[in-house]
């Protein structure tokens, strides 16, 4: 409880830093790959169902109350209200309006976008318990809040509640994947400027999400203003091209519909058991114009083998283009020109959208549009 020795400001700041220390370890987990769940089936189904909830208040109170559990050990999970009474009663709605609610407004409103939550209908009851079940009409969602603050609660193990709140802040994760983002697209930007977000935006990691994406917006962009291709086909960065039944990462094909060039983006230098391996899938498709765009050059061992097996592969018919994306960044975004320009990094955005890039490489770009 709130008390003169535990002031309501001092558990909104505890509450906060837990929040937000959960939060970016579940950030670090998401940059190493899928998040993995920590919690056994039942308690995992009514931790989906109550972020995921139709009623929009509840989407706020696992967060909420969880946290203030973490920061507080001997709070009671379940209570909404101080007027409550009793033992661990304490003011949940400071702690929903002060902490949650500013962490919902930074992560796209991915919780509902509501400003008050707790003042809202279905949480103006004392606490979290069936006893209140009979004013709520989403009875199901409620029931799932009941089973996992009781849980938690009758648990009574500060590892329960963390172990809780970061399956909470998981399914939150997951849920803001769907977030809408706003790509501020410059009214107009240099070249100079372009290739600098370009930069920036690779600083960060991605298993090659993002040169994926930068590589299939200008394919596009090119094709496209240039009425070179009609269409260029992507593969997304968790399947593999056979999967997906595409012979590389992308595919251009002109206004037949028939693949003129075929594009491979890789994050890592290249080598030559790299080279060879693709360029036997794709002679099997015909194609003749092949780009290699290799982000961190050529395996310094492989150069000189690399270099015989273009100019074997050209004897075959085939053109291997071994070249880097600011290499061939600089040449096409002049081409382009500013309109072109900016058609690009507007199509970036599109590309992060349609293939459900992570939302640290949307927000990531959408941050420095707006820093142009």
Known sequence: MATPERPAADLVAQSSRALAEAWRLIGESAKEGPLRDGLEAGLLDDIRAAVNSQTKSYRYVLPTQLCAKVASPELDCRCLQAARGGTGAFDARTVAHE???PFDQANHDVLGGSPEPYVNNPLRVPEVTKKYRKQQKNKKDWDSLCRVLAEVQERDDPQVASLALRQTLTEI?????????????PKRISLEETLRIMREFLEQSSGGDRLLALASALFSVVGSRFNLFREVRRSNITAADASTG???DL???NQAGEVVVVVEVKDRVLTITQLRTKMADIREKQVSEIFFVAHQGVADVDKEEIGRQVVHEFVSGHNVYITDLFALGRTA????GEH??????QEVGRQLDAYRSDITHRRSWAQLLASV
Do not use: K
């Open 251 to 253: 595919e251009c094909l």
């Open 340 to 345: 072109g320009r900016r058609d690009f990094v």
């Open 173 to 185: 994760y997951r849920r803001l994947a769907g977030a809408h983002v706003v790509y501020p697209a």
């Open 333 to 336: 975004l002049s081409l382009l």
């Open 99 to 101: 902490v949650v609610v």
């Open 246 to 248: 595409l012979v590389a």
